[in-house]
């Protein structure tokens, strides 16, 4: 079946770096991605959708200088958190638009963890 | 504007055992629902989905959930649990195709 990679699975980071999280579809085009954030023991929340070619769309009170949403191509979309603190550490989790039948598929998330 | 609120923040079971896990939406506009269950840092299962049709739709591992529009709720039910379906339950709402919005979640801890 169709699958949606995320890379890396774990990264842990000092204060100030800027983490770069990858979603990628395998086996199948995207032209659209969805960013989620999940904290612990919560539901997830939509960060912003990502859209192959143009500027990602952000929700509201997300940061677009904080979470910077690129999607260069039909099977890859990053995120990166820019000048990480300890309260951006959470679960990220993409998910992807199967170009054609528009299958929703999710990612097995990226858990950030900000020293 | 749309909401989803998942009633049952936990809910224990015996295995073999039925479990229903309620879910009740919101919406001005008609919307697709789902339900996708998280096991521990990992990401979101597919278990079924409602977009048209019949209201009834069944969906992985023996569950299936009722669309009742009069009532705005999706409740998902399972006749017999196993150990293996202890997990994370998201009710989700999307009126804008791929755009979920989830609930709260529902911890479901099956025991022997």
């Known amino acids: 079946g169709a699958v949606v990679s995320q890379h890396p699975s774990r990264v842990i980071c000092k204060s100030g770096t800027s983490v770069k999280i990858e979603c990628r579809s395998l086996?199948?085009?995207?032209?659209?991605m969805f960013w989620y954030r999940q904290f612990p023991k919560k539901s997830l929340m939509l960060m912003a959708t990502s859209n192959e070619g143009s500027k990602a769309t952000y929700e509201q009170g997300v940061e677009k200088d904080k979470f910077l949403i690129n999607h260069a191509s039909l099977t890859l979309s990053t995120l990166t958190v820019t000048s990480a603190h300890p309260e951006d550490s959470s679960f990220y989790i993409c998910?992807?638009?199967?170009?054609?039948?528009?299958?929703?598929?999710f990612g097995e998330g990226s858990r950030l963890t900000v020293l | 504007a749309q909401s989803v609120t998942q009633l049952d923040s936990q809910v224990p079971v015996f295995e073999e055992a039925p479990v229903e896990l309620r879910c009740n939406y919101s919406?001005?506009?008609?919307?697709?629902l789902f339900w996708y269950v998280q096991y521990p840092n990992q990401g979101l299962q597919l278990l079924l989905k409602?977009?048209?049709?019949?209201?009834l739709v069944k969906g992985i591992n023996g569950f299936e959930a009722e669309f009742n529009k009069s009532q705005t709720s999706f409740h998902l039910r399972k006749p017999s649990v196993h150990i293996s379906d202890t997990a994370e339950y998201f009710c989700?709402?999307?009126?804008?195709?791929?755009?979920?919005?989830f609930g709260a979640g529902t911890q479901v801890v099956v025991t022997p």
């Open positions: 919406s001005s506009v008609s919307v697709y």
């Open positions: 989700a709402v999307s009126n804008s195709w791929g755009k979920l919005q």
């Open positions: 086996d199948f085009q995207a032209t659209t």
């Open positions: 409602y977009l048209s049709g019949s209201t």
């Open positions: 998910s992807a638009v199967r170009q054609g039948d528009g299958e929703l598929f």
